[in-house]
């Protein structure tokens, strides 16, 4: 008697041609429904399935991170609060962490929470040098530049975030390759990264990139790096390269001048006041005004009264604002202001200039109670504007 051996292919053959014949029996409409309804069915069992075990395996990580702050909060805690500089053997025996400690993607990414509870709690009173050495001893700066030199834009990008709010150290090399990205995403947060912690000019690109694209929150998170720089003692750019760049990217101009107001730098203040002589462009012009005024640069103010009458109504309101700054208390300047309230069609630029008068000190004050005693009815709810609490903003600072 011969044997035969069937492959593991032909059970599932066999099946299949018993499926297909009984099908072969209805007509083909029903053969059609059926095809489609079974199709269905499996699509929802995989969906089912596939729900399924992302929910379990969300559980399982939200039960990790939960495991991680219940054991090692308090030894992390205690470690980055120390004054004294621990050695990496004395964090290791802190942390009860076992000898020849490994960890994979996912024990890495879930002590990232657990760290930054740490460092919001500890805020000022974190030891830098502590806290380096405790994520050395966690082996995050290896899962960080893994992370970023992996294929996926989602890691790499969660990657640089994370080394941004850890204040982790990472290889300037390793971010530096993807600062001109094809992803745009991924570029900005390279180049935050490497201004944020570069030790050469971190800024260059900043300067060469002739497609830089200065967006609004572009803005806000540089002068976070900005600022970070200033508290760690790290070098800070040359505002004034930036201003004197040629209008390829006005927007970063703008943004020099501003951090200039902010980081109150009143040595370029002279500077400032020679770009805004030769400056026609309007929004560089204002910044410059609302610049020279809040750093109360007195020269400046002949050029604003110069500039003032051939200005456009914005630039005017931004005017009456920095002169009102200057404080200078020049009776020929609030009697300016005074003619002009009295003079303006614009109801916003009247508004400002009263409002200057109004907080321009004794002086400013009488010339406001002289509009107010001589004002006609039309003129009225201005001052009513003005004297309003619950308008002034400044109570609820």
């Known amino acids: 008697m011969e044997y035969y051996t069937l492959s593991r292919y032909a059970y599932w053959k066999y099946y299949f041609l018993i499926l297909y014949y009984k099908l072969e029996e209805y007509p083909e409409s029903v053969r059609v429904w059926i095809v489609f309804g079974t199709i269905c069915m499996l699509l929802l069992v995989l969906i089912v399935v596939g729900n399924a075990c992302r929910t379990f395996a969300h559980y399982r990580f939200t039960r990790l991170i939960q495991h991680n702050y219940n054991n090692y909060f308090e030894k992390m805690k205690t470690v980055a609060s120390q004054a004294r500089t621990l050695e990496p053997g004395e964090i290791t025996e802190i942390l009860e962490l076992p000898k020849n400690f490994k960890m994979k993607e996912k024990q890495n990414r879930s002590f990232v929470p657990t760290l930054l509870a740490v460092r919001r709690e500890l805020g000022s009173s974190l030891s830098r040098t502590n806290w380096i050495r405790l994520t050395q001893a966690l082996k995050m700066p290896a899962y960080f530049e893994s992370q970023i030199l992996s294929r996926s834009i989602r890691k790499k990008v969660q990657a640089f975030k994370d080394v941004a709010d850890l204040d982790a150290t990472l290889k300037e090399a390793v971010a530096s390759r993807y600062i001109f990205a094809k992803n745009r995403k991924l570029q900005m947060h390279a180049r935050l990264h490497q201004a944020r912690f570069g030790t050469s000019y971190p800024f260059k690109v900043l300067e060469e990139d002739p497609n830089l694209v200065f967006t609004d929150e572009m803005v806000v998170k540089y002068h976070n ?76 103010e002949k050029e604003f009264c110069r500039r003032y009458l051939s200005a456009s109504f914005t630039e005017r309101q931004v005017l009456a604002e920095a002169i009102g700054a200057l404080g200078s208390g020049n009776p020929e300047v609030v009697q300016f202001l005074e003619e002009d309230f009295l003079q303006t069609t614009d109801y916003v630029t009247r508004m400002v200039l009263l409002r200057v008068l109004y907080r321009y000190g004794d002086i400013g004050r009488k010339a406001y109670t002289r509009l107010r005693e001589g004002a006609t009815p039309e003129l009225l709810p201005y001052f009513v504007h003005i004297e309003c609490d619950l308008i002034d903003s400044r109570h609820y600072a």
Do not use: H
């Not at 201003?243 to 501003?258: G, H, S, T």
């Not at 500077?271 to 309007?282: A, F, K, V, W, Y």
């Open 225 to 300: 790096v900005l600022v970070y720089r200033q508290k760690n003692g790290l070098t800070m750019p040359n505002f004034i390269r930036w201003c004197n760049r040629v209008p390829v990217n006005e927007e970063l101009r703008i943004f020099a001048v501003n951090e200039i107001r902010l980081f109150r730098r009143k040595e370029d203040c002279a500077e400032l006041l020679s770009m805004l002589i030769g400056s026609r462009e309007e929004a560089f012009s204002c910044a410059l005004i609302r610049a020279l005024g809040e750093l109360e640069y007195l020269p400046a």
